[in-house]
């Protein structure tokens, strides 16, 4: 693993997108396995760090980096919109590109500068067939055999996303736990509840798998904007509007773009001693 001078912890970084926050370790010049309890540990708001999602940097012959992440929960997650631009970000200042190739469990994806401190990634094609998602058995994905009838979409993990008329009025705390575990979806799912606001604009709330609520997420802020393009809702260029600000989403024939902010907070160290205390 990478050290710093004097010391044998694990150093990081705090970063978040729109008030989704991630732990980023970077192992490009040496990498140690991490453990399901040593991310769950860190995870921890009181007793770690805490995360939405915790995101390890690896070298990759023909790509700036390979980026792998993980749920607070310790599972991993092929997919973090937010994470990635976030990390995009830290290498183009680090290096002074302005486009990078980042590959992840979803593929190769683009990312770039997007002018005023904005970044752009390109989260790849979404995955629309129930096998792809995946479902646990063959259906129509943009509605679902649930009440209320949701959109299935995989975007490198799964999501089902249900349309309602206010969504601030949706108890997500027990609707995401309901949905996240349903038997349709065999690797469980995120959950997104959108409200249409024009064609042009949507609000939603977030449910992330093996997480919970967040203030924001890249991969599901993608799905509801697919979601909402095919079932003609809205076109497929949108303003996401999230707890924590907002996102531009534009499903281009290439592959789904999203544009955001993302923030450096600090960078740290875990102890040895806490690294040890993890059984």
């Known amino acids: 693993m990478r050290k710093t001078e004097n010391t044998s912890g694990l150093p990081f970084m705090k970063m978040h997108g729109l008030g989704n926050d991630f732990v980023v370790i970077d192992q490009r ?18 007793w770690g760090v805490g995360f939405d999602q915790l995101a390890v940097i690896e070298a990759e012959d023909g790509a700036d980096a390979r980026l792998t992440f993980y749920n607070s929960d310790g599972s991993l997650s092929a ?3 937010n994470a990635t631009r976030c990390i995009a970000r ?7 590109q302005n486009a990078l190739k980042l590959v992840t469990e979803r593929g190769l994806l683009l990312a770039e500068d997007a002018g005023n401190g904005l970044t752009r990634v390109n989260m790849g094609a979404p ?27 995989g975007m490198g993990n799964p999501h089902c996303t249900f349309f309602v008329d206010d969504a601030e009025a949706i108890p997500l705390e027990q609707f995401g736990q309901r949905y996240e575990h349903h038997p349709l979806y065999p690797e469980r799912t995120n959950v997104e509840v959108v409200q249409i606001l024009s064609d042009s604009e949507i609000r939603l709330r977030i449910w992330e798998r093996g997480t919970g609520i ?16 095919r ?24 592959g789904v773009w999203m544009t955001g902010p993302t923030a450096h907070v600090f960078t740290g160290e875990f102890t040895q001693s806490f690294l040890d205390s993890v059984k």
């Not at 096998?131 to 509605?143: G, H, I, K, R, S």
């Not at 679902?144 to 299935?152: D, H, N, Q, S």
Request: hydrophobic share 45%; net charge negative.
């Open 79 to 81: 997919a973090c919109g």
């Open 231 to 254: 079932r003609g809702l809205t076109g497929r260029k949108v303003t996401v509007r999230v707890d924590g600000g907002t996102l531009e989403i534009d499903w281009r024939d290439d």
């Open 214 to 229: 967040t203030s924001a997420s890249g991969s599901c802020s993608c799905a509801a904007a697919v979601a909402a393009a």
């Open 29 to 46: 010049k040496g990498s140690a396995p991490l453990s399901a309890a040593l991310v769950s540990a860190i995870a921890d708001r009181h």
């Open 127 to 153: 995955l629309l067939d129930w096998q792809e998602v995946p479902l646990a058995e063959a259906m129509d994905t943009l509605e679902l055999p649930i009440e209320g009838a949701p959109v299935a979409t």
């Open 90 to 96: 830290f290498i183009m200042d680090e290096t002074g």
